[in-house]
T-cell receptor, first 115, second 111 residues
């Protein structure tokens, strides 16, 4: 059981370049999300999905796109990288029951530097 | 923002001592969860407490929840150097589709 697999682990981009961060889970979780973590800021929600074909914006969605064509995959696209997007990105998945969310499983993170 | 806030931001203790960190949040919740993050790694789930529970234990962890004060505390007893990490609380509000994380407490346990 691999859990949540996130790739790549490290990436350096030039300003204006685009790229896709990959995230896959094998737990059949309907809920998946992307967070960014900056020093002293905790985790901020970028985009999330409550199931295949359904996505929505979080707290800091500007500059990012997502899609959810399957239950397993939830890629995050940076459209035109900016230095302000230098951060560590985490993908997470969990289930939601009638009494709220169960534990979330996280990928190992992608450390992105935009120069 | 619904983001919770942990207190203190940083905590340094000697091995064997107890560590207490607190989380405050803004809206009514379904559940509150605590996570641990070792440096440079993803978050790992520690414990979940439901809104109708007041206290929960797991090994050396004790979590309390006071919904009237919108606050929770995490107690780690008999701390070890391996407990050195950042600890985050996360909440899901009633009707929300998101898990919101706090800003974290950085715990250092000195051997």
């Amino acid at each position: 059981n691999a859990g949540v697999t996130q790739t790549p682990k490290f990436q350096v981009l030039k300003t204006g370049q685009s790229m896709t961060l990959q995230c896959a889970q094998d737990m059949n979780h309907e809920y998946m999300s992307w967070y960014r973590q900056d020093p002293g800021m905790g985790l901020r929600l970028i985009h999330y999905s409550v199931g295949a074909g359904i996505t929505d914006q979080g707290e800091v969605p500007n500059g990012y796109n997502v899609s959810r064509s399957t239950t397993e995959d939830f890629p995050l696209r940076l459209l035109s990288a900016a230095p302000s997007q230098t951060s560590v990105y985490f993908c997470a998945s969990s289930k939601r029951t009638g009494v709220g969310f169960t534990e979330a499983f996280f990928g190992q993170g992608t450390r992105l530097t935009v120069v | 923002s619904q983001q919770g806030e942990e207190d203190p931001q940083a905590l340094s203790i000697q091995e064997g001592e107890n560590a207490t960190m607190n989380c405050s949040y803004k809206t009514s919740i379904n559940n509150l969860q605590w996570y641990r993050q070792n440096s440079g790694r993803g978050l790992v789930h520690l414990i979940l407490i439901r809104s109708n529970e007041r206290e929960k234990h797991s090994g050396r962890l004790r979590v309390t929840l006071d919904t009237s004060k919108k606050s929770s505390s995490l107690l780690i007893t008999a701390s070890r150097a391996a407990d050195t990490a950042s600890y985050f609380c996360a909440t899901d509000g009633a009707g929300a589709n998101n898990l919101f994380f706090g800003t974290g407490t950085r715990l250092t346990v000195i051997p």
